[in-house]
């Protein structure tokens, strides 16, 4: 499977708690994008990675929040002491800089990570 | 602030019908519009799009038609059919700004019925 894959695909957790999410992209995609999705709503945008550079966070993404992409290729995404309103499906998406729609917004996207913090 | 809006929470059609999903946008600095499809325990996947530039696109079964002067574009699937059930989510973006930041509607969850 080549697509964009995302580890774990559910995490259950208390608050207070830290969580890691991994997202392997699709190879040789050098752009990298997590967005979260709540019940009833459309993803929303939390950042985004050129390479190995966060280019862009969104206001969504407090201080607990953090994101990594070390090497340019899989990312990370923790979130430290978790709270309640945490828990949502936090996706991770891919495309590459000059192949295809990618300059018009077409992503690929994982299966997402469900999070549900108790 | 909701710049993308889908109104319509759910539509229910017949299987060989016309399904028509709707969807309006308050920024008028999108320049290039998505449709997304999503099954359940998946992710959205990429339908069709269209250029701020152009009015309509088809591909196949799928045409995405744009109203500039009223912020609004809709996705046509004609004919219908039981596969096409899934939530289908609206997307805008800004290509001046970060590319790939998409704006996101709510969805609409189509049922094709048979």
């Known amino acids: 499977d080549t697509g964009v894959s995302q580890d774990p695909r559910h995490k259950i957790t208390k608050r207070g708690q830290n969580v890691t999410f991994r997202c392997d992209p699709i190879s040789e995609h050098n752009r990298l994008y997590w967005y979260r999705q709540t019940l009833g709503q459309g993803p929303e945008f939390l950042t985004y990675?050129?390479?190995?550079?966060?280019?862009?966070k969104s206001r969504l993404l407090s201080d607990r929040f953090s994101a990594e992409r070390p090497k340019g290729s899989f990312s990370t995404l923790e979130i430290q002491r978790t709270e309640q309103g945490d828990s949502a499906m936090y996706l991770c998406?891919?495309?590459?800089?000059?192949?295809?729609?990618?300059?018009?917004?077409?992503?690929?996207f994982g299966e997402g990570s469900r999070l549900t913090v108790l | 602030d909701q710049q993308v809006k889908q109104n319509s929470p759910s539509l229910s059609v017949q299987e060989g019908r016309i399904s028509i999903l709707n969807c309006d946008y308050t920024n008028s600095m999108f320049d290039y519009f998505l449709w997304y499809k999503k099954y359940p325990a998946e992710g959205p996947t990429f339908l069709i799009s269209i250029s701020s530039i152009k009015d309509k696109n088809e591909d196949g079964r799928f045409t995405v038609f744009l109203n500039k002067s009223a912020k609004h574009l809709s996705l046509h699937i004609v004919p219908s059919q039981p596969g096409d059930s899934a939530v289908y989510f609206c997307a805008a973006v800004d290509r001046g700004s970060t590319l790939g930041r998409l704006y996101f509607g709510r969805g609409t969850q189509l049922t094709v019925w048979p």
């Open positions: 990675f050129q390479n190995e550079a966060q280019l862009e």
């Open positions: 998406a891919s495309s590459h800089e000059n192949r295809g729609r990618a300059n018009t917004g077409e992503l690929f």
